[in-house]
């Protein structure tokens, strides 16, 4: 059984960087993307970026500039690291794995393993 | 602003069924994916592709769509599904993931 094991700073200052790791356990890393997603106090889900053991990403146009996601395949895990950080960036954020399906039309994708959140918190 | 559009609440009487619906352009080309999120919980999956249920989701969830319109149904609510729901596709691009803005589910 899959599962996704995440860790990272808790508190950070205005202006510091993010940095979060996922590790994937119990199954194939590399037939997969992987994503981040982030909930911040009181509000919904916003998805942050993705990337698969190629390295190959996509990230949220209105946080790329200051994402970068990247993937070790040596150590099944992959990253997140969020710079310039304020309080906007308080959540929670999640790891998930994201299964992809291009056989008949409709394609779809989907998020069906999630980690179990890592509070981050942004203050001076 | 989010892509995927969702009512911010709804509610149903215990036992009866409801409709959540998700309304976005890109889900003319991509299905949505449906997920439950309790307080303080991560999301769990409950529908995905063409009203698939991962294991262990039961069967009075379901899914549809039509045109740019994805609907989750629970049929028989039950207090244990009150949660937040929210669904999930691509933008019209198909780049990038997208969620709805959620929806809140009350069973009276």
């Known amino acids: 059984q899959v599962q996704l094991q995440q860790w990272g700073a808790g508190l950070l200052k205005p202006s510091e960087t993010l940095s979060l790791t996922c590790v994937v356990s119990?199954?194939?890393?590399?037939?997969?993307?992987w994503t981040w997603i982030r909930q911040s106090p009181g509000t919904g889900l916003e998805w942050i970026g993705e990337i698969n053991h190629s390295g190959d990403t996509n990230y949220s146009p209105s946080l790329k500039s200051r994402v970068t996601i990247s993937a070790d395949s040596s150590k099944n895990q992959f990253s997140l690291k969020l710079s310039s950080v304020t309080a906007a960036d308080t959540a929670v954020y999640y790891c998930?794995?994201?299964?992809?399906?291009?056989?008949?039309?409709?394609?779809?994708?989907?998020?069906?393993?999630w980690g179990k959140g890592t509070t981050v918190t942004v203050s001076s | 602003s989010s892509e995927l559009t969702q009512d911010p609440a709804v509610s149903v009487a215990l036992g009866q069924t409801v409709r959540i619906t998700c309304q976005g352009d890109s889900l003319r080309r991509y299905c949505a994916s449906w997920y439950q999120q309790k307080p303080g919980q991560a999301p769990v999956l409950v529908i995905y592709g063409k009203n698939k249920r991962p294991s262990g989701i039961p069967d009075r969830f379901s899914g549809s769509s039509s045109g740019n319109t994805a609907s989750l149904t629970i049929t028989g609510a039950q207090a244990e599904d009150e949660a937040d729901y929210y669904c999930n596709s691509r933008d019209t691009s198909g780049n990038r993931g997208v969620f709805g803005g959620g929806t809140n589910l009350t069973v009276l």
């Open positions: 998930a794995r994201l299964c992809r399906y291009f056989g008949d039309y409709p394609y779809y994708y989907y998020m069906d393993v």
């Open positions: 119990g199954g194939s890393f590399s037939d997969y993307y």
